[in-house]
Structures are given as structure tokens and as C-alpha cells.
């Protein structure tokens, strides 16, 4: 008898194994979203990434009501200002080996052709995904108003209980009291909900039985449903799979999800009834047109960028420079170490904005540490802000200060929750606030918390070895290609977006810190390289820093093009005048940066000098009303990997993310392998992420900012919505209906030997994919004389456009 | 001296329909967008004007055509001054965070609405009033109906207002049919001629003025918002926030304020209690949907509902002064935390970091602590010179306000603090509360000086603070008490509740009990 009960729970157990794959498999159709106080930019379809660009696009829109390309529409109007010619068509048409006579009438008719769906040009016009179909609608509806409840992080004043036992057992115990189970099931729905498993596996196994779905449709099934709630379930993917193991938000799963979204189904539908009403899944549009058209806006672009690369030597970086300035590889460093590089003899450098320590970070009052390094990564420590020397009474004091903050905000909760008590407290307050708003709003200004001087030593208990810093710094020295000719100033330079009562503040800040200000990891690396013992210990391994080099932290807020320098008070005093003149040409630099920068943003007054124009945009950053304080990353749309000298002097547009690499410092491709998996994988999640919110900005976009609904701490909703919007707010990617974001493929130029990538492409196999499955193009310049693009499986010598179709119509003569 | 009173109070109704053509024309132009600013702000200058007149002379009458009398009185200048000071908060934000178009609508509409609430406030007479009223529900309308993407919040939003609007609309219509134009002088007389109106259905008696009273408080409850009317205010979270805060500030006020217009024709009738019974349950109800919801909005919308609530409960028991104190200060209030509702995450993620500073104190002390504090701000309102206390409606004010402070003592000392530090916040919050009683004390003797209203005679503040003792009460079980599963189960109702019902009209069949015994045959083997 013990035999025979020992398979049957061995078939059980394989039956929950199948079914927590295909409930993987299905949700793969959605990427994960990080909460928004750590947003983290991913590329929405990473999930499909094996089928390839065209693929995933084509997948996703079978069930999701999406494009995935941009519109006719759009197409059409760039096709009459020149942005994408017939030049650009020919050549794509030439690299897909189709009949050009044959073909350019048919993409010509597109153009004018009807469009399926309303794509982009409709602000905040968000799909309801499952309006058209009223059981579902009324289903989610009600499913999603409990994850508001149960994913929220302290946002309410009276959270759900106990939730450790995931969404699934907490909806379990008090399903029975659900408006919509009780006016159907009526008087037998307390002893439905009691008869329903306890166990999340065996009440979605149930369901699917109740329903009558076969394990060979479960999959197609299950992706359907998933495509109900995407984002919810895209919460759920990240909760479960990329928050790590400490993390103190409600565990949500997908399967969790799906138990509930199916027990629903299970206990109000008549499978025979519903089956009639499904909706049809629909067959994927033909999209061959749409992509050769892409694929023409981008090449127009990559044309344009690498004749702008010089192809002899150009003018010079400077020899002995004043400072060394290492900037994050975010495409918005680019503008001001242009600038800067303009103001004096400095040199700069592009690397990941985490410096190449992986921590995270707590501050002096903070109650969780929160990571610091690109999400592809595991913080290794936690470096705890401690107060510098001497600051200590300073400390206390501010600590207090916190204290009695947090006092006052449990006063207000309290105020707003014991009976009787909100009546009085909005009469005692409303007197002050709306005087308080009306000088906010008239005469927006910033707050800015000022703290005692602090130390964030990695060194220090809980956070990295002696030999792994030494490590780290090493490896981030030859990574950026800086390990001789060290200046008195080296400055590492994070970056951060300061703006205030906006939902989506940390899709600003740095991505390589995962969505978190950079100036903490630039502290953090500083003080490793300043340390006497790590700088012994790089020099045993061959990276000599000489002692009068000193390594400053600093922070770029992006919003305001202002640079701060961080730590301070560790500054020995002998660079003063060093620090003073660096100090003015940084603000020089950063006021140049935003005057350009200022020219593409709207509603900025004309007849402007750089200072003004500079005070503008602070203002425009401590406004609360303003919800488009910076583009942030908006028209991103290139990769360099290589020295400076490749892109010196030249004006990219703050469009290109670089990283440094110096390609003789790296015979065994070992340092270009970490950035092509690393960096760049960041780099192409930024840009699928702004390339769907532009083209799918109904499902892949966050819609209208001004309908914005933060929920729980940890997302928005849009209106009247319930389920979480992912991606971008349409502001973000246009303004007044128009898209400012290009929507382009990430192009990676590569300064290195083909050998060399080819190694690295046989060795890794997400670089094959993305570069295969056209999810970025490949380019190679293995000298400066030439370039080469990688297409199916091969190099080939990248050709201009225009020389293309000249070459074709002469040969057509 | 009259006369030019006179032409700053019609001034006070053109300026912002001048705004709305302004709008019109050059809404999209930075010029354009300054001007009708401006003109908000003139707007405002002239009823600060009017506030100094009201203040030092006696209300004054604009008589108009049709029995469409304006009213210069203090009540009327304070309804304006807070409608012009939203909108000269609300207007800049606006222009700022809407695209050129969609501010372009919102600038005409809102002024539009400006010009229907002034005339809500200043009417000198009920048809006046029915006519601000219905002109503001019509600007409401189109307001959200421009600035939604998509219909639906504003066809819900429509057919509720015509509800209200027809419900008014009939009661004016009974009124005049009886008794011809009513201005609010006249109105004591009119009441009394429809209560002598009577109608037998029955056993049952009933007066034309219990027909008059029970229309204005269904057009009271369904613009304010309240149970068991249609919950259209959080149907127009589908527009953006600017438009929110102009719902949330003004709109639902008038409820209130078409009570306390109209309080002789309710006096002896089933009205007052109506309004109360609407009152206390949303604010029982949407009390519970603030602490429920996680989302900022949503929390919001049951908070603006649960104090309308509150409002109407003042109003139904006569304390038409403090009603009027609340609904001003509240509407600043939440216009305020509307256009900070994007701080929504950044605030969630202050709280979690810095909630761990300090280690709980235990409970009891905390108690002990916040009832000396309350006590003690009882005692400082016994001694202090508060005009109204002696009043019947001053025990209302200062009972709340000690609950008030007791609460907030009991969260301010929820984490160990030095002891010193602990008397200061209990001398802080004491004295605050003593500044709040003082000024509400000014505001109300300002309001109520010379008004001599029509007051329920069943029904006083009393009910109110009984109401208070049996919601704590019940609080304190729940809290105390209740086992967890019964507290889980309230929770989830109210959770639900909060939220609009889907329509499961989709819903191809009710499910038969087939699978349900299937699976309960299992269990029971």
C-alpha cells in the first residue's frame, strides 16, 4: 500500500513540476517590472528573445493588442522630411536579397495603409485589455483590486494581515466576501471558497480540469490569461525571480496569480458557455513592411553616425591632462563630457556608473540597503554610511532629526485613521497647505536635505575583503583603459535625476545602479581607490597609481546639468586650487550642456543666454506640476565601445552610450566580453524599453502622467485602472502627439579586431542571440579605415546607403 | 456706497467668463495662458474686496430679473474667495503638467466653472441658486468630458448629475408653483406656506414642504458624493490630476452649501434627518475605504467622500458655522494633496526607510500619554476665550479636536523618544490644538455674526458626538478584540467595497453547482 501511495504523490509532484514550467513558459510572453523606487529599464519582450526581434514582435502581438513597429503614420511623416529615404530602403532591400522593383511600390502603399490598432499619437488612450470581454474584465478587475491590497508596501493605513503565504492563500481566506463570488454564487459560495485546495499548484491544476483544458493547449492557455493582467503578472515575474532572497515586499508569483485569476473561472463559469465566448487568438499581423521600414529609419541613422566617425587621426585629447573625469556610460554623459573635454585639458573616460563595486548601499538612517550595481548583478557587501570624523555630534543630531520626522508621519497616520480625526485635521491643515502649494506652484524651489559629512567605506564591517576591493578596482581600471598617466584628479562621476512628486524619479537615475543616484557608488569606489592598502595591492599586480593622485566622487543631476562634488571634506588640502579650477569649468560645462539641452525641450522660453536658460531648467526640475522635467533617455540609439579618441570632439546628440576600451590593453578579449554581457545588455534593455513604450505605448508604455495613480509604493495606475502599468509614461517618449524618441535598434560600434568578436560571439550565447536575432547590429571597426556589420552569421563591409543605390542604378543601367 | 458693491459682485461673475473667452482664443499661447491667470487673480483681488465690505457693513441684495437676486453676504464672498483661490492654485499647475490642448479645454471650462460656482455662492435666491447649480454641473460635465481620454467616467458622471440636477430642479419648480420667487428672506414664509400644504396618502400625511425638503437632500447627496447615491466621484479619476483637485475642492462642496441656503424649507420635515442618516453612514463607510486603499488616488476620492459626510451630518444638525469651517478648510486641503499626488511613491519609500529610528513604546503608556494630552487641551478650551464654546455647537469642535489631538499623540509617540522630548510634543500638540479652536472659533463667529439661521428642531449637534463615541467604540473592539479572521473578513468587505463593482453582465453563465459538489463529494470521502 506505501508503494502505491509513494507514486501517487510522485505523480503529483511531477504533475506540479509540468505545470510550474508551462506557467513559466507562458508568463515568459511578459518581462519582469521593478517596483518604481528602483526602476529598472528591461527590454519588454526579453522573455522571447530566442525567437529573435521579428519573432518576439510577432509573438507578443498575437496576444497582446499591440503593433510592435512603428506606425505608417509615423513612418510617412519622417519619410517626408528625409529622415528615411529610398536610398535607405534599397540598401535593406538589397540586404534581404528581394526584388527591389517588385517590392518599393508595395512598401510605398503601406505607408498610406490603414492601421490596426491606434499605436502611438494618441496620448493616455490606454486599451483596457480586456474591456471587450466582460467575464474577464469583471474577473481581473476584482483580482487586481487585491493585488493593490496585497502588494502594497505601506502605502495604506490598514494593510492586509498575514501575506507570507503568498496572494493566493491570503485571497483564499476571504474570498467568500467578494461582492462579485457572492451575487453569483449566492448562498453557496462560502462552501465553494471552503472546498477549494489550500495549496496555489493544486487549485490551478483544479481549475484547469473545471475549465476542461488539456495539457496540450495549457500553455497557450495559461499565456492568454497572463496577457489579461500584464502588469501585475510582470510585478509578480520580477517579485519572484529578481528581487533576491531578503527582500521584505509580499511574495507574489505568477502561479499565485494564476490560481486565483483561474479559481475565479473555475467557480463562476460554465466551460461550454465561455468557450463559445472566447476571444480568438489572433493570427499576428503581417508586419514584413513594417520591418523593413524600421530597419530603413535605422540604417539611415547608423550611416550618418559612422561617417561622423573620423577616419584619420582627429584632433588630439590632452596629454597631460588636468583631471581624469570617468562618467557613467548613460548616453546623457556624453553632452557634457563633450562640453567639458571644450573648457580645458581634461580627459574622459565612459564606464558603468557603479565604478565597478557592487554593493549596496545603506544611508546613515536608512532602515534597508538598497543595491547599487546593475541588476545583472548581486551585490557582494553593504556599505553603511557612517559619519566622518568629527561629525559625530552632527550625526546624532540629524539622526534625531529623522526621528522626529518619522514621529510626525506616524502622527499623521494615526491622525488619519482613529475615528473623528480627519475632520479636524483636514480643518486644522488645509489653512496652511493650500498657501504652501500656491508658493509651490508659483515659485517652485527645491528642498534639498542637507546632512553632517559622512564615509562610505567599503572597507568598513559587512561590506568587501581587502582582495576584493583590489579586485574590483582593478578590474574597473583596465576596464576604462586607465592604468597609466594617472592625473592629480581622477574624478568618478555618477549621475542622478533630482525631481519631485514624480511617480517614475528613478527611470532617471542611473540604470547601472539599478535605478538608484549613482553618487553613493562613486563614493564608495573613490575611497576603495584612495585606500593606501588597495593602491599596494593594485600595485603588486601591475596598476601603479602614484601617490599624488587623488580620486574624487562626484554626481551629474541630469535634470539640472549641475555636478556636485561628493565628499568633500576627505579632499587633502593640497589640491585646492586644482579642485577650484575644476570646480568652475565643471559649471562652465554643465550650463553649455544645458543650454543644448534645453533646445528640445518644450515650453522653454526663447531669447535665453546658457545662465538663464541653466536657472530655467533648476526650476523646471523643483516644479511639482512639471511632468517632463528632463527627455532622460529619449532618443537613444547607439553603443560605442572604444577609446575616446574614436569619438573625440565630435557631436553625438547625447544619443550614444560609450564605454571606454582600449583594445591593446585586452589581447585575450576578456575586458570586451565583460562589456559586450554586461553594459551592453543594460544598454539594449534601455533601449527595447524605449523603443516599446514609442511603438506599443498602449501595452508596453505607462500612459498619460497626468492620470498617474502611484499605488502601494511600488507602481502606478492610470485612471480608473487596476492593473499596474509598466514601462514608460508616454511624456517620456513624446510631447503634444508627436514621438520625440526614435524608435531605433540599439547600433553597437566595436573598435576592436574581428578575431576578437568572433571569439567572444562563439563563446556567449545571449550575444549570439541579441546580435543574431537583430535585437541590436553589430558593428566592428577593426581600424579606422574600415567597418564591418554583422549579418546572418558574417561580417560584411559596412556600405553608405547612398553608395548602395547608386552602385544598384547603375547596374540597373 | 451700495451701488458700487454692486458692479464688483457682477464683475465677480464676468471676469471669469471673460477668462473662458480668453481661453478660448489663446489658450495654447503662453500669453494667453498668463492672461486668464491674471484674471483669476484679479478675480481673487475682488472678492478679498468684498470680504473687507462684508466684513465691516451688512450683507447687501443685487435684485435681478426673473427673481434672480445676487447676494453680497459673508457666506457668499467666502464660497467665491475659496472658489477663485483653487483656481489660482490649480490654473498655474495646469498649464504646466496638461498638453497645450487639453489646457486650452480645461481653461475655458474651468472658468466656466468659476462663474457657476461664484453664482452657487452669491445667489440671492433659490432660483438664482438652481441656476448656478445646474450651470456648474453642466461645466463638471464637460470638464472631465474633454479632458478623459475615453467616455466612460463621464457618462456615469452625467447621469448622476441629471438625477441631482432633476431632483432640484423639481423642488424649485413645487416651490414657485406654490408660492412664486423665493429670495432667502422670503424663504421662512415660503416654508411655512408648503407645510401648510398637505397631502393624505392614507395614514400617512405628508406636506408639499416634506416633497421640497427630500428633493434639495437628494440633490445635496448626489453632488456631494455621498451614500447611497451613484458613486460618481470615483469614476472621474479618469481625468487627469488638475481636474481632480477642481472636483474635490469645489464641486462637492455645494451640497453643503444648498442645505444650508435652503435650511428653512427642510425645518420640520424629514430632510434634516435624511441628510443626517446620508451623512454619518459615508462617513462611517468611505472612512473605512481611506484606511483600506494603497492607492493615492483612490484613498483620496473615499477620504474627500467620508468628509462630505461629515459635512452634511453638520449641516443636518444645524451647525451650519462649523459645516462651512469644514468644507473651506477641507477643499484647500485636498486640492493640496491632489496636485502632490505623484509624491506617492517617494513618500512610501521615506516611511519604510526611516520607520525602523527608534524601538515601539509599549501600548499602555502610549495610551495614557495621549489621553493626559487630550485632557489637557480640554482644559486649555474650558479656560480660553473661544466666542463659540458657549454655543450649543462648541462641545462639537472641542470634543473632535480632542480626539483629534489625543490621536496624534498616540501616533507621535508610537517609537521611544527622551522624555523631554515627549512633554515638548505634548505641549506642541496641545498648544495646535488650542490655535485650531481659536481660529475656527474666529472663523465661525466671522461667518456667523448677524445670522440668525433656521436650525433643525429634533436634531443638534449632540447626535455628532454621540456618533464619534459609538464609531470609536466600535473601532476599539474591532481593534481590541475582534479575532483575527473577523477582523480579516471586515477588512476584505471594505476592500471590495471600495472599489466599483465590474458589471459581470460578460459573465455567459451563472455557474451551476455541478463542480462544487463534485468537489465537496471528494472531501466528504
Redesign the interface.
Known sequence: MQGIGLSASTVAAAARARLLIDVESAARLLAPMWP??SFVAVNPLMGLLELGFEGAVREASRWLPMQGYPSPQFMEEEYHRGRVTDADLLAVLVDRRLDVNQTLPLLHAWLSGPEAIPASG?????VDLARD??????ID??LA??C??F???????????ERSGGLYRCWR??AA????LR???RH?VA??IA??PADPEEALL?ALV?LDISEVHRVAQLRRRVARLPGWVSYAQWRQEWSGPDCASPPLRVVDLLAVQMSYE?????PE??K??APPISAGSDSVCAAIWLEAYERHYQDDLLAKLPVRQGPEEAKSPQAQIVFCIDARSERLRRHLEATGPYTTFGFAGFFGFPVAVA?M????ATARCPVLMSPRGVVRERPAAGQERAAAFY?RK??????????????????????????????W??P???IR??WPRGARRRGPATVLDSGDAGGLSLHERILFAENALLSMGLVRGFARLVVLCGHTGRT????H?SALDCGACAGAPGGPSARVAARALNCPAVRTGLAERGVYIPPESWFLAAEHDTTTDTITILDRHLIPDGYAPELRRLESDLAEAGRRCAAERAGALP?IPRRTNSRQLAAHLAKRAA?????RPEWGLARNAAFVVGPRSLTFGINLEGRVFMHSYEPVLDADGTILEGILTGPLVVAQWINAQYYFSSVAPEVFGAG???????????G??S??G?DLKIGLPWQSVA???ELYHEPMRLVVVVQAPLERLDAIMERDSVLRQLVGGRWLYLVARPSRMQAYVWREGTWHSWQPATSTSGRMRAGQE | MIAPMNYLLLTMLVLPLLGLLAGAMAGESLVGRRFVLGLVLVNLGVAAVLAVRVTLGSAFLVPGPWGLALVGDRLGVLFSLLAA??Q??VL??????????VFRRFAVLSQALLTASELTGMAGSFGALVLGWVAASLAVYLLVSNT???Q??ARQLGVAFMLGDGALVGALAITRHVTGGASWSALPAVGASLRAIRLSLGPVVVTAADAVAVLIVVSAIVRSALWPGPRWL??T??????VSALLHAGVVNAGGLLLIRLSPLLVSTPGFPLALAAGLGTAALS??G??????????LVH?TM??MG?MMAECAVGAYTLAV??L??????????F????????????????????VRAPINLRLIKAAIGGAGLFLLALVAPLTHVVRGDGALTVT??V??S??????????K?PLA?ELW?MVMVAA?GLA?LI??SVVVGWLGAGWSPAVPTLLSPSWLIAA?LA??G??ALVACAAP??V???L???A???S???????????????R??EV??CK?SV
Open positions: 518604481l523606487h494618441k496620448a493616455g488612450e490606454q470581454v466582460g467575464w474577464s474584465y469583471a478587475a476584482q483590486a487585491f493593490c491590497a502588494a502594497d508596501e505601506g502605502a495604506s493605513t490598514w494593510g492586509l494581515g481566506a476571504v466576501y467578494d461582492p462579485l451575487r453569483q454564487l453557496r462552501h465553494a472546498a477549494l483544479n473545471r473555475a467557480l463562476l463559469l460554465d458557455a465561455m463559445a465566448n544611508g538612517a536608512d532602515r534597508y539622526l529623522r526621528a522626529r520626522a518619522a514621529a510626525v508621519h506616524n502622527a499623521w497616520r494615526a491622525g488619519k485613521t482613529v475615528p473623528g480625526s480627519p475632520f479636524v485635521l483636514a480643518e486644522a491643515l488645509g489653512w497647505l493650500l504652501s502649494a500656491s506652484t508659483f519631485i512628486a514624480n511617480p524619479a515650453d516644479d511639482w506640476a512639471q511632468i498619460d502622467k497626468t492620470l498617474h495613480n502611484p499605488v502601494g509604493g511600488i502606478v495606475l485612471g480608473e487596476r510631447a503634444s502627439g | 483661490s483653487i489660482a492654485t498655474p499647475y495646469a498649464a504646466r503638467c496638461l498638453e497645450r490642448s478623459v481620454p475615453g466612460r467616467g470615483s469614476s479619476l479618469a481625468a487627469p490630476t488638475p472612512s473605512v481611506t484606511v483600506v486603499r494603497s492607492d493615492v488616488k483612490g484613498a477620504s467620508s468628509q461629515f469651517f469644514h473651506v478648510a477641507h477643499a484647500m486641503y485636498k486640492a493640496s494633496l496636485l502632490n499626488s505623484g509624491d506617492g511613491i517617494a513618500a512610501t519609500v521615506r516611511d519604510r526607510q526611516s520607520s525602523a529610528l527608534a473632535f479636536a480626539v483629534t489625543g490621536a496624534l499623540l498616540w501616533g507621535w509617540l508610537e517609537r523618544q522630548q510634543t495646535g485650531y481660529w475656527s464619534l464609531a470609536g466600535f473601532t483575527p479572521r477582523v480579516a473578513q477588512q476584505a468587505r476592500l471590495w467595497a472599489w466599483r463593482m465590474p458589471s459581470p453582465k460578460g459573465i455567459p453563465s451563472i455557474a451551476r453547482p463542480g462544487v468537489v465537496s472531501e
